[in-house]
């Protein structure tokens, strides 16, 4: 098997994996937040954002990454904790408050740190490109040739976290890749309302780094580009910002009525999902459907057991609620 074919049955497994996660995930947020939605209650209270459609920017650009490379990531976190190698039985207990979630329960899914593979996410849009650059910058002062990866939305490039973080990587030549994930949307509101470019690559020009968008949605070409970006980076010559054009193919958040969608415009996106797209490429380029089916069933099985683990896990004990916390 070449390198090539077993990368590319990996970025088509973690894309399973995740949307299976996600798959689970639905029917255990609702569950006793119904009849009126109560967004508190339940197994899984508190928003929960889902990052069906958007799994090739998180596998295209993971494909490359170590163990000790870090990703800072977003609200909507899960594929990307999940092409990174988080341990899945503590982020599925983290997502559900329990005791051997990553964080003890106390993080939820917006706040998931697994120091094991050097990954974290913050609820605050943008708050992880300054820690990107922190940890680009220490592996560049211990000699490491590991790098770093922010992830954000296109809406947190509004931020002046985003434009801060760019020029310091640039002038320091960080060893750091900033990832951009253009969903179209921030919450309600369309990118060409908030964003003053049509394309935020031109933006890296401003920071003298390279800019590269990514459109079609799609694996491999994520997969391109970033090799491009983090080759840059590991090489020791500085940043680099791709944007990558995909799809939310859920509310922002669950429970979102998305009145502000066209009405068929979920529709049309969930035609180009890009996860059967990729598997009718992989099968017209030779892919045994067999292989496929196992990489598909042994992802599945994976998510099967985190989830089982966690329920059944215990929650933490009501008096550990204050450790950890200044008082
Ligand atoms: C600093 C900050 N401001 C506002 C919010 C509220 N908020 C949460 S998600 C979001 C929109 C983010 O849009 P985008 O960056 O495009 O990410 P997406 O939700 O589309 O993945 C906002 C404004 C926040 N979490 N942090
Ligand atoms: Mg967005």
């Known amino acids: 098997m070449s390198s090539n074919h077993s990368k590319r049955l990996w970025m088509y497994a973690q894309m399973v994996k995740s949307r299976y996660f996600e798959d689970l995930i639905k029917p255990a947020y609702f569950e006793g937040k119904t009849p009126v939605f109560n967004m508190a209650k339940g197994p899984l209270p508190g928003e929960m954002h889902l990052s069906d459609g958007q799994e090739p920017c998180a596998v295209g650009v993971c494909a490359h990454l170590r163990p000790d490379d870090t990703i800072t990531a977003t609200h909507r976190p899960h594929h990307i904790a999940i092409a990174k190698g988080v341990d899945l039985n503590a982020m599925a207990a983290e997502i559900f408050g329990k005791k051997d979630g990553l964080a003890g329960g106390r993080g939820g899914h917006m706040h998931l740190f697994d120091p094991a593979v050097n990954f974290s996410c913050s609820g605050i ?8 650059v922190g940890a680009a910058m220490a592996a560049k002062m211990r000699g490491s040739d590991a790098i770093a990866v922010a992830f954000l939305g296109e809406g947190a490039a509004n931020q002046g976290a985003f434009h801060e973080s760019l020029n310091l990587a640039s002038v320091w030549k960080a060893p750091v890749v900033f990832i951009i994930e253009d969903n179209s949307y921030g919450i309600s509101v369309p990118k060409s309302a908030c964003t003053a ?14 800019g590269h968008h990514v ?5 491999d070409a994520v997969y391109a580009i970033a090799g491009i970006a983090i080759e840059r980076a590991r090489s020791g010559s500085g940043p680099s910002l791709i944007e990558i054009e995909t799809s939310r193919l859920e509310g922002h958040f669950m429970g979102d009525p998305e009145g502000y969608r066209p009405k068929d415009e979920v529709k049309r996106l969930k035609e180009r999902d890009p996860i059967p797209a ?5 099968v017209a380029e030779g892919f045994e ?7 598909e069933s042994e992802a599945r099985g994976k998510v099967d057991q985190a989830f089982a683990f966690a329920r059944s896990n215990d929650y933490p004990e009501p008096k550990e609620a204050f450790d950890h916390v200044f008082a």
């Open 215 to 219: 459109s079609g949605n799609d694996p």
């Open 125 to 132: 849009i943008a708050q992880g490109m300054g820690p990107a």
């Open 278 to 282: 990729y598997r009718a490429r992989l």
């Open 197 to 210: 470019v049509a394309n935020n690559t031109v933006r890296a020009a401003g920071y003298a780094m390279p």
């Open 289 to 295: 459907e067999a292989e496929l089916d196992r990489a």
